[in-house]
Nanobody, 124 residues
Framework: QVQLVESGGGLVQAGGSLRLSCAASGLTFSRYTMGWFRQAPGKEREFVAAISGSDTSATYYADSVKGRFTISRDNAKNTVYLQMNSLKPEDTAVYSC????????????????WGQGTQVTVSS
């Protein structure tokens, strides 16, 4: 049984930082592209970032987070991270970890497995 368990969410002031973690189990981690999506109240779910399984230098970001967020992974620990800096109130959302093997990486349909999500709240 595949499980993706996120942690690290919370409340932070604008300009602050948070680091999300996602621990994966039940899958061959290095074979999967890992990513993060977010959904704010009343808004559609949106792609945030992704990282390839085999080539960990291959990373992808939404324009809205580029230069502020960094995705990374530790294949030895079956964990993917999202370092979020210079946070803005508009980054407030539930952030979900995802795992998949299909393309394009920005499409939710490309991911087979989803975590429950962790709340990130940025106050102004």
């Amino acid at each position: 049984q595949v499980q993706l368990v996120e942690s690290g969410g919370g409340l932070v002031q604008a300009g602050g930082s948070l680091r999300l973690s996602c621990a994966a189990s039940g899958l061959t981690f290095s074979r999967y592209t890992m990513g993060w999506f977010r959904q704010a109240p009343g808004k559609e779910r949106e792609f945030v970032a992704a990282i390839s399984g085999s080539d960990t230098s291959a990373t992808y970001y939404a324009d809205s987070v580029k230069g502020r967020f960094t995705i990374s992974r530790d294949n030895a620990k079956n964990t993917v991270y999202l370092q979020m800096n210079s946070l803005k109130p508009e980054d407030t959302a539930v952030y979900s970890c995802v795992a998949g093997v299909f393309r394009p990486v920005v499409a939710a349909e490309s991911y087979t497995y989803w975590g429950q999500g962790t709340q990130v709240t940025v106050s102004s």
